[in-house]
């Protein structure tokens, strides 16, 4: 008779379940235990299973695209010769920013004016400013404006004669300005517009005998005016010219000893110009600069109606923004 044997292991199992009053045949195989139990739901492999809502990050928000330009140019840079700083070229100034619309400049003035018979006042010092603002991007159209003053005492003697004259310019002008040329680092705007004129001088004289005169002119002049603006750019640097020229009545006032007499002649303030700038920072610049301002039919003390200039350099800084 054979005698059938019994696994060790299957003989454990079934002491051990035999223990725990549990039937031996209830012991389940791994691959049984890896099933769900029951009240759980079956997933079928093939069923796609979607996975939790995945919110996206918000994107930042579009960024102006940069104006066109030829290239960028650094103050901070060294450029090769060959490596043309050409900003200067295009419609704001080649620069990948918005443009810049407004202008401002203010410049010392140093210079001398025709002498008063013989009176030399010589060097003058005074100030001009300017500014303007662009209607568009395309910078074809906007509105300048300009201000010039220069005040001078003066004191001497000749011989035993006691001289007071002192000596007051201002002129101020705004102006429509209208490109009409613009071709690669060339620019040619045209201007038209409205300028006033102040010219005050006065001569008291004084003698040891007791002598004394005193004659005390003003000048008022409101001209309609016409101009043109070159101008010529290349990196960092830039190069500009105006010519401007006012035609209007002259409001002449002569106080001589007291007694006053008025009258009024037509008179021609030409003014011409020119200055030279470099960038020094952002939307920065120094200059200099040489202006001529010149009058007719004005009164002067002891000359009656005749002709006036003043003249000479500026040093200054514009800021663009």
């Known amino acids: 008779m054979a005698v059938r044997r019994i696994p060790v292991a299957a003989l454990v199992l079934g002491v051990c379940a035999a223990a725990c009053g549990q039937d031996p045949a209830a012991v389940l ?8 139990g029951p009240g759980t739901a079956v997933v079928d492999p093939a ?3 979607i996975p939790p809502l995945v919110v996206p990050p918000l994107a930042a928000a579009p960024r102006k695209p940069c104006l066109p330009c030829p290239t960028e140019y650094q103050p901070s840079h060294v450029y090769l010769p060959e490596a043309n700083p050409d900003y200067g070229a295009g419609g704001c100034d080649g620069e990948c920013r918005d443009c810049r619309r407004a ?15 013989d009176i030399d006042r010589g060097l003058e010092c005074g100030f001009r400013a300017g500014g303007g603002y662009w209607f568009d991007d395309t910078k074809t159209t906007a509105l ?20 007071n004259s002192p000596l007051t310019v201002t002129t101020a002008d705004a102006n429509f300005r209208l490109e009409l040329l613009n071709y690669d680092r060339y620019r040619l705007d045209g201007l038209i517009g ?28 409101q001209a309609a005016q016409l101009g043109l603006v070159g101008s010529y750019k290349f990196g960092g640097y830039f190069c500009e010219v105006l010519g401007k020229l006012g035609v209007g009545r002259n ?12 009258d009024s ?5 030409p003014e011409l110009g020119a ?28 000359q009656g109606d005749s002709d006036f200039y003043i003249h000479g350099f500026t040093i200054g800084m514009e800021c663009r923004f």
Request: aromatic fraction near 14%; include cysteine; proline fraction near 5%.
């Open 265 to 269: 002649v037509t008179a021609v303030v």
């Open 144 to 163: 300048d404006v300009s201000l010039f003053n220069v005040h001078q005492p003066h004191h001497e003697i000749f011989f035993d004669t006691y001289v």
């Open 29 to 36: 195989p791994p691959a049984a235990r890896l099933a769900p």
């Open 251 to 262: 409001s002449e006032s002569i106080t001589l000893n007291g007694l006053r007499l008025t």
């Open 194 to 221: 409205y300028r006033y004129t102040q010219l005050h001088e006065q001569l008291f004289l004084h003698s040891l005998d007791g002598f004394a005169a005193d004659d005390n002119t003003r000048n008022r002049i």
């Open 103 to 117: 202008w401002m400049s203010l410049s010392f003035f140093l210079g001398c004016s025709q002498n008063l018979g």
């Open 47 to 49: 069923t796609p299973v």
């Open 275 to 302: 200055r030279v700038g470099y960038q020094l920072g952002e939307g920065v610049y120094g200059t200099l600069g040489y202006s001529f301002l010149y009058l007719s039919k004005v009164a002067r003390p002891g």
